[in-house]
């Protein structure tokens, strides 16, 4: 990519959840746009989106939508990545990529800037965003590897109904009014709106995030396990993860067991090295029941630590909270911040 | 305690959650009843609750409450428990205690009936009903560790808002419709209403069960942790919790991480175990989307498991999904189980 003073960007999912926040995070940091490309799906054109207080159209997102593109940010699903990021990268763009499709590729960077901007350097046309329930994992425990080791992750997420769009976040709404109400609940969209089978999810609890591999973790554990160790360059750390999906809006929780390499860390310092982490607010004060949750969480843009605790029986043992919004730093937050190192390298140049 | 054919039953507590399922579980197993006395402070006296389609009047929790009573099932707070368990017990009563007041006295048995029914026959008056969300883990767990050892447990709680009692029921549908309304939300019972600090459960999650602990455990954590190891009889089991009360009304889940002493042990191995354990049900097809949540163990006696995984990396690690209903086999069932068991101890002497 060419350094410039001002880019052209797209936004491929321009209507949906991740689309909408990519969109204000580039105004928020006021990113150096000559032209914003809102793109969506056919039945999207025309609509209007708002940037910087002007009404922008919405165009269809196809092959020629990319001529002239330099930035190209993709969040409007797996298959329509496959098919289109291609032939963004041909026109010229490097795409920045928040869904599976390419993550796992060996030539694709996948970037969390707080942990591992340098491989940006490495891309070919594409670089990857991690799944929301990754990035605020690693960007929680990438300052205690650095300091202490980390051998060992087992997480268990309590994950928000937006990671699954905004049909998800609609149907809790509707399903926690018919149940309040007493009236019938359907249930169409989640766990996963392509299966069979659907639950509801309002005032429940269901242990499945994405379909199920033949190993018997979901695609989004295998996601969270694989991503993880991608990112940290740590491919002999071992991962396990349980994901579970909540009847709360925004934000995704991580309740995170970690073995670090050293035996005798105490808790202020643990919590000292998390406080230092860049992107990472320490909240944990047991005198004054202070630790993050995800309403406290929702519309910030950093990873909220809290209830950092040495396991009881295992001296390398700790324990963690990880709250962060799933929508801004678990996705359209990190892909700007991808936006921004890119530029910032191309200007190094 | 003398073996009878019909036995008098105090409730105290009897207008609170558990309370009123206890009533519920002794008509369930038409338990052998003379007279059922059901008992509640002051300001409920003259209320009625509803016994085999009678209405019975309640008296005032005290001490000369207790006279001619056979078996006292006390979920009325630890506070109650420690100001009149021992009266009852002293005109002649045996106690069942679902408050966390005696559990871990040394002389007073901690009981979930599958895992460990003959301690009943140590006590000296009373037994102690262990915590709701103790009891499905252990429950769920005892056959694994029979068949297969085992040397550690973690778990992250999904526990609902009925843990905390009825006002914390209505906190969650008041915020709710409040929430979705737009409205102000009010925030006086969740997480403890003892405590400061009040927080919104509705659409969020908070990490804190009970008070904190100087070792940054909260009291419900430290519940787990301790009563697991006595119920089981392992104090050297290594035993790690943390706790999250999440909005849903009834049954609490957990994600639990265990390791057994065997490292060859398969899947379908695993999910036989458990699947004949005394009072639990293997809900786990990941091919029909098949897993148990806190929607479908709602009223339900059972111990459900799930999700069951082989550890990616640790040869003898597995992951489960267990769900029960907390007011059930988390509370009263499991007292009118050992209640059950109590009288059938009396006619084998």
Not at 109 to 114: A, C, H, K, M, Q
Request: charged content about 20%; aromatic content about 6%.
């Amino acid at each position: 990519m060419e350094a410039k003073s001002r880019y052209n960007v797209a936004i491929v999912g321009a209507t949906g959840a991740v689309g909408q926040k990519m969109i204000d995070m580039l105004e928020h940091v006021a990113f150096p746009i000559d032209e914003l490309r809102p793109l969506a799906s056919k039945r999207s054109v025309g609509k209007m989106v708002t940037y910087n207080g002007r009404n922008v159209a919405i165009q269809e997102a196809k092959a020629d939508a990319f001529e002239g593109v330099d930035i190209a940010l993709f969040s409007a699903g797996g298959s329509v990545s496959k098919q289109l990021a291609h032939e963004a990268v041909e026109r010229g763009a490097v795409v920045i990529d928040n869904t599976s499709a390419f993550r796992m590729h060996e030539n694709v960077p996948l970037v969390v800037p707080e942990v591992n901007k340098e491989a940006i350097r490495d891309h070919q046309g594409i670089i990857a965003n991690p799944n929301c329930s990754t990035i605020q994992m690693v960007g929680a425990l990438e300052p205690v590897r650095q300091k202490y080791g980390l051998n060992r992750v087992i997480v268990s997420t309590y994950q928000s109904v937006s990671g699954s769009g905004l049909d998800a976040v609609e149907e809790l709404k509707d399903q926690s009014q018919a149940m309040l109400d007493g009236t019938a609940v359907n249930a169409e969209i989640l766990p996963v709106k392509s299966e069979p089978k659907h639950y509801p999810i309002a005032f429940n609890a269901l242990p499945q995030i994405d379909t199920f591999e033949d190993n018997h973790y979901t695609f989004e554990e295998m996601k969270m396990i694989n991503e993880t160790k991608k990112i940290m360059g740590a491919p002999d750390l071992s991962v396990a993860a349980t994901c579970v999906r909540l009847p709360f809006f925004y934000s995704h929780a991580e309740s995170v067991y970690i073995e670090i390499d050293q035996d005798d860390v105490t808790v202020p310092q643990m919590q000292g090295v998390i406080q230092e982490g860049e992107g990472i607010v320490l909240q944990d004060d047991i005198v004054n029941q202070g630790y993050p949750t995800p309403l406290s969480a929702e519309g910030q843009l950093d990873i909220f630590v809290g209830r950092v605790r040495r396991d009881l029986d295992v001296p390398n043992g700790f324990h963690l909270w990880v709250v962060s919004d799933n929508l801004l730093k678990g996705a359209a937050w990190n892909s700007v911040q991808i936006a921004q190192a890119l530029i910032e390298m191309n200007s190094d140049a």
